[in-house]
């Protein structure tokens, strides 16, 4: 099987591990990494690329950097399309509210892939023929390097968009309760190094249906996890509240949780190294590769013709006259 994978030079998380997997599970395997102008032009790309060479496709680039380009997407034959945002679907602050399932409607030809349990069901109950490969943390960059932990409570990441409101109406509040930090980092050392500093890291998913990468991240580092609940995702990862995760629904639940856990150490290290054990044997990035090869080894779906226009059909119809008179 001959495989092209499209992504992108400027992926916020690098995919390289993962696409080494597949190069080792199929002998033939092409990969495109598109500059940012490229992204934004993808009918030009298209076009000067043969894709029918190709049995099949996998396009990890978002929907929402492409817009209404999609639909040149519909041509392609055995398209496999990984989309990492689509959460943000049912997200009333989100300008893409509900139109990843219109945009997926219109690709006929593609098998979805998304990253939340929640959001497979919903696109599958509006017919569309998707698949949840969950998020994870990069195992070629993150681990734990059992250093002391300084940060007693902290949260890696973007609060300033109008998607992640919640998470930021509920980091403020614990940050007045606790001695909470927001921070951020630049390069993927850095961002290692910090999440090794970090006893428990809040995460703050609300509304998401599903847990970003840098749950699974923090987890791996050593942290130890303190999370909104996502009942639709948490038995099929394994994710168990105050086992290997502790979970919270409400700002209260988190601050009792979180008390609780500073007035008993041994407990918060202990479900710290069974969140450890838990995405070490199963979140990550590399352990996701069959995943990723049973869908694409999935007979590839049929490319629709589309409908002739107006004046195709016109053409058409004059040149079946002028055969018949002759």
Avoid at 61 to 74: F, Q, S, T, V, Y
Avoid at 83 to 94: G, H, K, N, P, R
Avoid at 120 to 132: N, P, Q, S, T
């Amino acid at each position: 099987m001959k495989l092209l994978i499209v992504s992108r030079q400027q992926r916020a998380r690098s995919f390289d591990t993962l696409f080494a997997g597949l190069c080792a599970q199929f002998s033939d395997v092409e990969i495109h990494k598109l500059e940012k102008a490229e992204v934004h032009n993808i009918k030009s790309y298209l076009a000067r690329v043969d894709l029918t060479q190709y049995d099949r496709v996998l396009f990890d680039i978002p929907l929402r950097r492409i817009g209404p380009a999609c639909k040149a997407l519909r041509s392609i034959q055995g398209l496999i399309f990984y989309e990492e945002d689509a959460c943000q679907e049912l997200v009333a602050e989100s300008k893409y509210t509900e139109q990843f399932s219109k945009d997926f409607a219109l690709l006929s030809n593609a098998r979805i892939v998304v990253t939340s349990y929640f959001i497979r069901d919903y696109l599958i109950a509006k017919g569309i023929d998707a698949y949840c490969i969950p998020k994870a943390f990069d195992d070629s960059t993150l681990k734990n390097l059992d250093t002391p932990r300084d940060i007693a409570l902290a949260f890696i990441g973007r609060t300033k968009s109008q998607v992640y409101n919640e998470r930021r109406s509920l980091l403020e509040s614990m940050a007045k309760r606790f001695a909470m930090q927001t921070l951020r980092t630049e390069t993927p050392q850095e961002y290692l190094n910090l999440l090794n500093r970090i006893a428990v890291f809040i995460s703050a998913d609300i509304g998401f249906n599903e847990y970003m990468a840098k749950n699974f991240e923090a987890m791996a580092c050593g942290c130890l996890l303190l999370a909104k609940r996502q009942p639709s995702e948490d038995q099929a990862l394994g994710l168990i509240d105050m086992h290997n995760v502790v979970h919270y629904d409400t700002l209260e639940e988190a601050a009792d949780k979180y008390q609780q856990l500073q007035n008993d150490p041994a407990l918060l290290e202990q479900i710290a190294r069974n969140g450890l054990d838990l995405v070490n044997s199963r979140h990550a990035l590399s352990l996701r590769v069959p995943d990723f090869v049973a869908v694409i080894k999935l007979p590839a779906k049929a490319v629709e013709v589309a409908p002739r226009g107006v004046f195709e059909r016109l053409m058409h119809r004059l040149t079946r006259q002028r055969q018949a008179c002759h």
